[in-house]
């Protein structure tokens, strides 16, 4: 008697032939590679914003003296 084709035999072929198959092999390794350039940038993006931040700061701290505002006329 075969067995139907929902049944218990059928769904042992099909999971042996998804091991053996390599074809989202690809799809998990660019998955990885995207994860590892997303950290990567969040990294990069990080440490760039502190030191831009700390340059700003730094140039606002230098430049703040060298101009006053002029008083009000008076009346």
């Known amino acids: 008697m075969r067995n139907p084709p929902g049944g218990v035999h059928h769904m042992r072929r099909y999971f042996r032939r998804w091991l053996c198959e390599e074809a989202g092999q690809d799809l998990v390794e660019y998955a990885l590679l995207a994860a590892f350039v997303g950290l990567a940038g969040l990294a990069g993006y990080s440490a760039i914003s502190t030191a831009i931040g700390n340059n700003y700061s ?16 008076a009346p």
Do not use: D, T
């Open 58 to 73: 730094q140039s606002n701290s230098s430049v703040q003296g060298l101009w006053e505002i002029p008083a009000p006329p």
